[in-house]
T-cell receptor, first 115, second 114 residues
Framework: AQTVTQSQPEMSVQEAETVTLSCTYDTSENNYYLFWYKQPPSRQMILVIRQEAYKQQNATENRFSVNFQKAAKSFSLKISDSQLGDTAMYFCAFITTSGTYKYIFGTGTRLKVLA | DAGVIQSPRHEVTEMGQEVTLRCKPISGHDYLFWYRQTMMRGLELLIYFNNNVPIDDSGMPEDRFSAKMPNASFSTLKIQPSEPRDSAVYFC????????????FGPGTRLLVL
């Protein structure tokens, strides 16, 4: 079975500092996609960053970057220069390119940015 | 585009009543997804449609749940009869494609069944 694990239920970081959220997944597939979604208190799910498994280069989106380790099945999110608006739940998600085509979401990490 | 639109944003009802949640996907998106989010179970995919056709409803918890997509711009998720354990936030999302494409989520409907 395919699973996504986020082992940090809650984290906090000082404003302007850097924080890394961890995500591991389990699959026997070779081709898949990984995503990080942000859910602020408004509850709207917003895409933060996306990574194709066949790409070795880590995805970057402004202050957000990932450390994708395919062999270790790890997909961590780094937030640099944290801002108060980054306070949210962060979900790691995974979908394969074959089979059931279902998004599998992790249980989320609640991040609080402190002033 | 206004994004994915869901209504109502909040719904409070009594056990046994019928509840209908509505969703308007982003124009041009071929896929529509219904999710349920609870503290206990996290985010669960209930069902998804491709070009208005239900493809996978294996996540629908019980026969009390049903979903329809009569046209490309509208979908409903119905719970009949509703139970307190159905209380959750229900999200609708849409995307151009199934694999690799970003899903755009609506604001969600917070359902409370008393």
């Amino acid at each position: 079975a395919q699973t996504v694990t986020q082992s940090q239920p809650e984290m906090s970081v000082q404003e302007a500092e850097t924080v890394t959220l961890s995500c591991t997944y389990d699959t026997s597939e070779n081709n898949y996609y990984l995503f990080w979604y942000k859910q602020p208190p408004s509850r709207q799910m917003i895409l933060v960053i996306r990574q194709e498994a066949y790409k070795q280069q880590n995805a970057t989106e402004n202050r957000f970057s990932v450390n994708f380790q395919k062999a270790a099945k790890s997909f961590s999110l780094k937030i640099s220069d944290s801002q108060l608006g980054d306070t949210a739940m962060y979900f790691c998600a995974f979908i394969t390119t074959s089979g059931t085509y279902k998004y599998i979401f992790g249980t989320g990490t609640r991040l609080k940015v402190l002033a | 585009d206004a994004g994915v639109i869901q209504s109502p944003r909040h719904e409070v009802t009594e056990m046994g009543q019928e509840v209908t949640l509505r969703c308007k996907p982003i124009s041009g998106h071929d896929y529509l997804f219904w999710y349920r989010q609870t503290m206990m179970r996290g985010l669960e995919l209930l069902i998804y449609f491709n070009n208005n056709v239900p493809i996978d409803d294996s996540g629908m918890p019980e026969d009390r749940f049903s979903a329809k997509m009569p046209n490309a711009s509208f979908s409903t998720l119905k719970i009949q009869p509703s139970e307190p354990r159905d209380s959750a936030v229900y999200f609708c999302a849409s995307s151009w494609d199934l694999v690799g494409e970003t899903q755009y989520f609506g604001p969600g409907t917070r359902l409370l069944v008393l």
